[in-house]
């Protein structure tokens, strides 16, 4: 059974400061083609602002983003998952609390941030290349 560590144990994720203005965010969510990004203290996970947050807490209630920060915006009830928790854990949990982003963690240390893009991906190269054995197996090739 697939793990979340097997999907991000080598990519690079991205953070933001929570005293960081919601103009800097969300220049270089769109300089990384990220549509969330981390928020940390340090490397105490703070919460996490999205594309989503942007739109209800910055736009909508006609805030100055220059002279926002991030850390009066974000969303601070964040589900985070375990680095060995299967795959399918990650997307029930993406399911049952309505997000498509997952802060990963060892312990109480973030390694990685999970996507659902990311899940999908990574479930769709393992069943094109099981249906690819399976063709194998069947034609004898």
């Known amino acids: 059974m697939s793990s979340v560590r097997d999907i991000v144990h080598d990519r690079e994720w991205y953070h933001a400061g929570e005293l960081d203005t919601v103009a800097e965010v969300a220049r270089k969510m ?64 993406m399911h049952a609390n309505s997000c498509r982003h997952l802060p990963v963690m060892r312990a109480n240390r973030v390694v990685g941030f999970l996507s659902m893009r990311d899940v999908m991906n990574y479930e769709l190269a393992r069943r094109t290349e099981e249906l690819h054995h399976m063709r194998a197996y069947v034609t004898g090739t």
């Open 30 to 93: 769109a300089d990384l083609h990220v549509g969330a990004i981390l928020v940390l203290n340090g490397e105490e996970l703070r919460g996490v602002f999205s594309e989503r947050d942007l739109m209800k807490r910055v736009v909508l209630e006609r805030l100055d983003p220059e002279r926002t920060s991030v850390r009066d915006v974000m969303s601070t009830a964040v589900v985070t998952i375990d680095e060995m928790a299967p795959i399918e854990e990650a997307m029930a949990a």
